[in-house]
């Protein structure tokens, strides 16, 4: 049987995690972006800036992959880096296709644009936000992936973690906490497991198993910020800190449910933040004994 191909749009670092499960798995992966230079090893490369305003994408239809995962962000911040970076990075991908129909595309999307604000529970198909420029421009590009010929899907992240180093790991570590009140519910998932997913989907599809529509990737713990670094701070040590830090964010918060995640058939590698957060730790531990050697 023909090894399937996949074509991964703005291939940073989730596309590289899943690209690499792929690759394993006999897949052959084309990275899309501006420094292929840094793509992995076995990743064929295709030099590009999706969020160009002159972007040019019909190489894609004499590439023709069998599936394509977009891994966008915004150009920049405020509307139009938003704008730039989805709905109208999307548009050109879609025109780049022409007459080639893959058999599936996902794009990561982000959980910002439910409606929810007040720390309400949110699923799947919960109804979207209305008042956010940035969100507006992700539900655009959503909506235009839906509107294609194209099979396709949107998972909607959560924060994505894992970086030992992360701005929230220094925060705490430096002993600044965020406010223990009002309660504000945060939700997250860890970067191994979005690159395990987004293979896991692909995989199945590539064997007739098709992703649903929507799809929040998140982990089963949505927690109270506070409680989160607080069991940062114990963990790393600390047995004073200051509070007030502010959060990303802070106009509203809301609580996740990965009903289509589980349903999907993937196991979350790091199924809470104690678990993932453990295990970040543990590599900071280990990365500091190293650069110590002589």
Not at 50 to 77: C, E, H, N, R
Not at 184 to 212: E, K, M, T
Request: aromatic fraction near 8%; charged fraction near 20%.
């Amino acid at each position: 049987m023909k090894n399937k191909s996949v074509l991964i749009v703005g291939c940073g670092d989730l596309g590289a995690r899943a690209g690499a499960i792929l690759l394993e798995a006999g897949w052959s992966v084309t990275g899309l972006r501006r420094d292929i230079g840094k793509l992995p090893a076995g990743f064929a490369g295709l030099a590009a800036d999706y969020a160009a305003a002159d972007a040019d994408f019909s190489v894609l239809q004499t590439l023709a992959p069998d599936f394509i995962l977009l891994t966008l962000k915004p150009a920049g911040s405020g509307e139009a880096g938003y704008k730039a970076g989805f709905s109208d990075a999307l548009r050109a991908v879609l025109h780049g296709l022409g007459e080639h129909r893959p058999s599936g595309i996902i794009m990561v999307s982000s959980t910002r644009v439910y409606g929810e604000v007040d720390g309400g529970w949110v699923e799947d198909d919960s109804p979207l936000v209305t008042n956010d420029p940035a969100a507006l421009a992700i539900i655009e590009a959503e909506r235009q992936l839906l509107a294609s010929p194209h099979p396709s899907c949107t998972v909607r992240s959560a924060g994505i973690y894992g970086d030992p180093n992360g701005f929230l790991l220094r925060r705490v570590a430096r002993g600044e906490l965020c406010a223990e009140s009002p309660v504000r519910y945060s939700n997250r998932i860890h970067r191994d497991d979005v690159g395990g997913l987004l293979a896991w989907l692909l995989q199945r599809w590539a064997q007739g198993v098709a992703p649903p529509p929507r799809m929040i990737a998140v982990d089963n713990d949505p927690a109270p910020q506070f409680a989160v670094e607080t069991w940062l701070a114990r963990t790393l040590g600390l047995t004073q800190w200051r509070t007030g830090a502010p959060t990303p964010r802070s106009s509203g918060h809301k609580r996740c449910r990965n009903i289509a995640l589980h349903e999907s058939g993937y196991v979350l590698q790091f199924p809470d933040y104690r678990a993932g957060y453990g295990a970040a730790l543990s590599s900071r531990i280990t990365g500091a004994a190293d650069a110590e050697k002589p």
